[in-house]
């Protein structure tokens, strides 16, 4: 696939992906307790600081993504594109791995980052004529 096709394509998955992870951001900062029970963790105190905090790293990478989609070199492009195939992939494993019962939530959570993963790979390896 031309380098650019490839690069193109990326782009559209990372912007795609900060508006999920921006969307997951905002949910974490505002509403730590309803995200929490989603995924069937008894809510505590410490617990919605942390979902807190990680909903700020989140707004930091949905930025970050959001920003190499539109403004990054090919080469920056796809380096992130590589970063995220494994860390969306990693999120869908974790998800699975919640210690808790899992339910449609922390399934469906775990099938985006499956979905974003695979994204990316046909993405990168896509041979279209």
Excluded: C, H
């Amino acid at each position: 696939m031309n380098s650019d096709v490839k690069t193109k394509q990326i782009r559209i998955v990372l912007r795609t992906g900060s508006l999920v992870f921006g969307i997951s951001a905002l949910t974490l900062i505002a509403l730590p307790r309803f995200f929490n029970e989603l995924l069937g963790f008894e809510s505590t105190s410490e617990l919605e600081w942390a979902m807190r905090m990680i909903g700020i790293t989140l707004v930091a990478l949905a930025g970050n993504m959001f920003s190499v989609s539109t403004r990054g070199t090919s080469e920056s492009v796809l380096f992130s594109g590589r970063v995220m195939l494994v860390s969306a992939f990693a999120l869908g494993v974790l998800t699975l791995l919640i210690p808790v019962e899992l339910n449609w939530f922390t399934i469906l959570y775990a099938i985006v980052g499956f979905g974003f993963s695979a994204a990316y790979l046909f993405a990168m390896v896509n041979r279209t004529k």
